[in-house]
Nanobody
């Protein structure tokens, strides 16, 4: 399985970004997907996840109401729409394939990871 994340960048507080993650080499539509992030000196933290068919989503409290996760199984792609960005959202964002159909908040529930894309939000 290969995951290619893109869409990160340097933006000002209040701006928006959309991250994309394209998966290859596996039956994408059979597994949940998730987004995590890791800031310098901090542990990797859960951001959002989406079930295999997009019917269920779950968000970290810190991003709820600002971020939206979605997927297009025809394109083997999962998205993270990020609005009202804050400096504390600055991190490397990783997409991951879950080991099951509904995902979860622990990195241990994910078996494959992308290389990450940097998001930097200036104040």
């Amino acid at each position: 399985v290969q995951l290619q994340a893109s869409g990160g960048g340097l933006v000002q507080a209040g701006a928006s970004l959309r991250l994309s993650c394209v998966a290859s080499g596996r039956t994408f539509s059979s597994y949940a997907m998730g987004w995590f992030r890791q800031a310098p000196g901090k542990e990797r933290e859960f951001v959002a996840c989406i079930s295999y068919n997009g019917g269920s989503t779950y968000y970290a409290d810190s991003v709820k109401g600002r971020f939206t996760i979605s997927r297009d199984n025809a394109k083997n792609t999962v998205y993270l729409e990020m609005n009202s960005l804050k400096p504390e959202d600055t991190a490397v964002y990783y997409c991951a394939v879950a080991t099951g159909v509904v995902g979860g908040t622990s990195p241990r529930q994910y078996g494959f990871w992308g290389q990450g894309t940097q998001v930097t939000v200036s104040s």
